[in-house]
């Protein structure tokens, strides 16, 4: 059978409104993707199409051990030398440091010092032209000393973060339970495959300084770190973002290694030098989502009422610290899920282990522990004989719950909503009721030979908004919007556009805050010599929190105009600008009202708000060789307000397929701390006949912190689809798989083990 | 480039000749010799599409493709979809499609995913998911779960888009 394609025209997707929502800005109003064209003729400027005359090749020589002493790099005096540059850690101006939390990441290891990951770079090398690139980095030895490896995360000494943080009492709480049911549950590391390699193009300048061209999320994370190893000041050190093909945070902190590399090497060079991976080692050197270990003891009454949760997680945070100290503490925030328990305790490590730095990856530590305690939940469900959805139903938020961190849930909560949603447009009861005849059918006996067995699972998720804790307060982000002389509207941001629609939707805000059309808007060149640092592109803060940066220097820009000309801004600005010349507007964050956390005690507002998601996927797996089709997805959404319906209904498709190869596919094996399949050939994404056909619903709680009443959404839809995926494997064979990915392999294992049990 | 055959072909519906070494990548021809950058690199082996361009009509990627293999062959690219010299810029109903149902996020699939549409629309193909699916099953796209992306394709065959006949009967060779 095949199914018509619904087309924006004929079917578009319904944008449910429920009681709390409130709609503005139909889709059919919507202006299109700004950059769009530039993309869809192949004019857009990505890093490697940006020609500089002149440029050499750069190349990193990588470790091939997973712990080692550096004794010594040889160059094979053979080799002729004389048209290759070649860069160590001797010669880094400035500290030989990747700046970020620790800085403990060298950017080069020093002869002398100790390799801590295979691929680890070691030392730079430039030339001309590739082919003598190849030739000279063939020639390069590392003589080493080896050391001993730790590569399982259990038995790792060194602790790059912990946690240990709750409320209640436990040893009650699980007294008063009925039922108390524990559980362990393992992730693995997963590549964000933005489909551009990481690349960064690097410039000496006349005085002395350096400008980069890069694929990136963060360009002031960059020239914070070039600032550091080079010994620059900021106007010397200017970083500029290329067009750029997807993030996902994997463009989030590794690139300030990459800039710093190639800004080494133009400076030795005296010449442009072009740092642009290839697949094979951005998949063999750059960062991971972090594998996990989470432990869950659930304690409930007859009814599901929660009353104990003790939870344990490990994360494996690779050699380096880099972000996994704030990865941990989301993960840790996180771990309960959106359900209401008044005994918790949460205690978290992420360890160092001789393996490749894991990273930032879209939902930072919050798909990991979702994924267990929605499948945990589940299983209790299961124990205590009650459907999933009503135990749900028990446990969700609602408005006015306080969370494990004393943080009471004053507003937007719509954890109940997105659940209701997703089970009536699911047809959830039904289907379910469904496919537990076809299990139960199967198990009588012989039936004919059905080889395949169609399953259908739920999962529940939240997700806080902004940085963790203090993090925003302490940042401190600065947006600015300016009229020029001649009359330009322009919005000053380094919010950079990775897809999800910064380009679009900045023109849109400030449009309707100043009252004319997006088109007469903006947006400057993410370069940081010339926009002030509005903070990282991560953590699903540029809509809403950069979002009302611009609004409220957008309402201070024109009130000022409106009062020099006493007439509408729309119509007056360009008399404004022609008599009075340039004007501009900064606008530094402050707190959001009644909000705050305290780090030493780990309470409070651990976000200003959350986002809330509900995901219902349908699968059939294969009888005879477990492997799995997801069918269909139902992504329901929760993010404040919509700003823009088909660029917010592409990060919820994008984002539930990512989570759903999670669930299924994607997987990196290990040997002696290698990653083995770090190709595009063996590490493998769903294709577009992989996918599910998926179906998102977004829903409006707006939150009174946004002027404009927008959430975060771009982790969102990643924190669900892997628990709802499991979810429905389990519906369809009749057991839980409690490691992802869900491979074919894994769901026999535990079917052979759940029938050696009964 | 002494020492080297020269290669001709018609791109885009112009004859171009270049004389590099018979195993340079065609992707390299274009990116770099002939300054076409629209044509993008994902992962050089083949798996993910994003190089991809016609040669006489199908759907090749560029990065497995030695220029010796296309002398006397008609390739169009990217920058061959929309109207030419028309003012001011259009964009092809494909281009279009893709623009209206947000089949583009981050831009770097969408040459490669274009030109294994075009090729499908030229080919016959129509407004069926299933189908449509299957011929950009050679593409990765890591930003959009592929929804809009087949929407936007199905839209395109809705509307007749780029039916035009291939362009360039005879090569430049």
Known sequence: MTARVATPRTAPTPLVVPPLATVRGRAGAEPLRREGPAKLTGEALYTDDLVFPGAWYGATVRSTEAHARLDAIELDPAFDWSSVVVVTAAEVPGENVVSSIDDDQPALVPVGGEIRHHAEPVCLLAAADRETLRAARARVRLRTTPLPAVLDPLLSETTFAHYDVGRGDLEAGFAAADLVLEGTYRTGHQEQLYIENNAMIALPRPDGGIEVHGSMQCPFYAQKALKRALALDAVRTVVIQAETGGGFGGKEEYPSMIAIHAALLARRCGRPVRMIYDRHEDLAATTKRHPSIVRHRTGVLGDGTLVAQEIEIILDGGAYSTLSPVVLSRATLHAGGPYRCPNVRVRSRVVATNTPPNGAFRGFGAPQVEFAVETHLARVAEALGISPLDLRRRNAYREGDTTPFGQVLRESVAAQEVLEQAAEASDFATKRALTAHARAERASGPVGRRRSARGIGMALGWHGNGFTGSGEAKMGSVAAVELTAAGEIRVLIAATEIGQGTKTIFPMLVGEALGVAPDDVELARPDTSAVPDSGPTVASRTAMVVGRLVIEAARRLRAQVEAATGRPFAESYAAYAATHGHLRVDQRFEPYPDTSFDDATYTGDAYPVYGWAACVAEVDVDLDTFEVAVRDVLAVDEVGRVLHRVLAEGQVEGGTLQAVGYGTIEEIKLQDGRYLNDRLSTYLIPTALDAPRIRTVLLQAPFSGSPHGAKGLGELPMDVGAPAVVAAIADAVGAWVTELPATPERIMATLGSSAAAS | ?173
Do not use: W
């Open chain 2, 1 to 173: 480039m002494n020492g080297h055959a020269g290669f001709r072909f018609l791109l885009n519906g112009e004859s171009v000749e270049v004389a590099v070494p018979g195993m340079r990548r065609l992707l390299d021809v274009l990116r770099e010799d002939l300054g076409l950058s629209g044509t993008k690199e994902g992962c050089g082996e083949g798996e993910c599409g994003a190089c991809s361009v016609l040669v006489d009509g199908m759907v090749v990627d560029a990065c497995l493709v030695p220029i010796c293999q296309i002398d006397g062959h008609v390739v169009l690219t990217v920058e061959g979809l929309a109207p030419r010299g028309a003012e001011p810029a259009m964009l092809s109903p494909l281009q279009a499609a893709f623009l209206e149902a947000g089949g583009a996020q981050c831009g770097i699939c969408t040459p490669g995913m274009l030109m294994a549409a075009r090729a499908y629309l030229d080919h016959g193909g129509g407004p069926d998911e299933d189908a449509i699916r299957e011929a950009i099953a050679g593409n990765l796209c890591r930003c959009t779960g592929y929804t809009k992306i087949v929407e936007a394709i199905a839209l395109a065959a809705d509307h007749g888009a780029d039916a035009g006949p291939f362009p360039g009967a005879s090569a430049g060779g």
